[in-house]
């Protein structure tokens, strides 16, 4: 079996019951890593301690240059790793930050993998859902639909759906994030917006003043929550 596994955000105490019973049975366990010379990932750290001892720890790089050969390369080729792992009897699993159907890599392993070989996967907690719950910060109410939106997809789009949803989730907005903020400070929304860097981890930061915020004192890790329906005291 392969076992796609969601370990949350951070903190290892959120990861899942289901999670830990999963990982203290594993032969194989996949690591993704940012960086070539790693051998060590965020994702690792949260939950080294439910490890079996006795688990293969095979560390493989995905390129963050999203939509390129190089990391279609990389996609075909784990894949190709895992497939023959799982034939040959092994028990194998991925982890992954977050929930794994949220913007995950894993979700390009899936594609791949899904008519090859039998498949598990098992959620773990998304970072808006976390700190919603953390800040008791709704997300979502009545009729209104919530909407999950990365910030990557261009300036205009994502100023519409500021300007016309109540709830928002803006996530991958490291990279834009001055922008953004912009947009969000011209609708004053100011007072309905919540900003949560590395959200459960020890370097947790909640922004209680957003107009005072740049993109210099945010992490990677960084998410915004909108709901114009409630407001931060």
Not at 216 to 228: A, E, R
């Amino acid at each position: 079996m392969f076992y796609g596994i969601g370990v949350g955000v951070g903190n290892s105490l959120t990861v899942t019951k289901k999670a830990i019973d999963v990982l203290d049975t594993l032969d194989i366990l996949y690591v993704p890593t940012a960086k070539k010379t790693e051998k060590y990932s965020t994702a690792h750290s949260i939950v080294k301690d439910y490890i079996n001892e006795k688990t293969i720890i095979k560390a493989r790089h995905f390129p963050m240059n999203y939509n390129t050969e190089e990391l279609q390369n990389a996609w075909s080729e784990i894949a190709s790793e895992i497939i023959k792992d799982v034939m040959v009897g092994k028990d194998v699993g991925f982890i992954t930050i977050g929930d794994p159907m949220v913007y995950s890599t894993y979700v390009y392993l899936l594609k791949i993998l899904k008519d090859k070989i039998k498949i598990t996967t098992i959620p773990g907690i998304a970072s808006f859902l976390d700190i919603a719950s953390n800040n008791n910060f709704p997300l979502v109410e009545g009729e209104d639909p919530l909407i999950i939106l990365p910030a990557t997809m261009g300036a205009e789009r994502l100023r519409r759906y500021i300007k016309n949803e109540n709830s928002i989730v803006l996530m991958k907005v490291y990279n834009n994030f001055d922008e953004i903020l912009k947009m969000i400070i011209d609708e004053g929304l100011e007072k309905n917006s919540l900003v949560v860097s590395n959200s459960s981890k020890d370097e947790e930061i909640i922004y209680q003043n957003i107009k005072d915020v740049k993109k210099s004192d945010v992490s990677y890790f960084t998410t915004i929550l909108i709901n114009k329906k409630w407001e931060i005291s």
